[in-house]
């Protein structure tokens, strides 16, 4: 009922910067939280940063003064602008969100996930 659509991975140099951009499509209500996750090979997926439909956000200690998360509610968008990049920023980047959505004829909330942007920093 909704998909995610990430964009904006990619190579950088080690305190260079990108942005990530996720596009939300589909059939749903609204969109509450969006928010970005990484997961490195063998570890847990871990949010980075999240963001409520009003505006507050959340980020992850290590990103914190680093990254910046916003969203476009007119657009459906979330973005995640990463600067100072260092090789530990390096993971596969999901886009999560929760959604309103119909089901049996009832409104709930779902959550659903991107297919992942790779981001590599590395000199």
């Known amino acids: 009922q909704v998909q995610l659509v990430e964009s904006g991975g990619g190579l950088v140099q080690p305190g260079g910067s990108l942005r990530l951009s996720c596009a939300a499509s589909?059939?749903?209500?609204?969109?509450?939280?969006m928010g970005w996750y990484r997961q490195t090979p063998g570890k847990q997926r871990e949010l980075v940063a999240a963001?409520?439909?009003?505006?507050?956000?959340n980020y992850a200690d290590s990103v914190k003064g680093r990254f910046t998360i916003s969203r476009d509610n007119a657009k459906n968008m979330v973005y995640l602008q990463m600067n100072s990049l260092k090789p530990e920023d390096t993971a596969v980047y999901y886009c999560?969100?929760?959604?309103?959505?119909?089901?049996?004829?009832?409104?709930?909330?779902?959550?659903?996930w991107g297919q992942g942007t790779q981001v590599t920093v590395s000199s």
């Open positions: 963001i409520t439909s009003a505006g507050s956000t």
């Open positions: 589909g059939s749903f209500f609204r969109l509450n939280a």
């Open positions: 999560n969100c929760d959604a309103e959505v119909s089901r049996f004829g009832m409104r709930r909330v779902n959550d659903y």
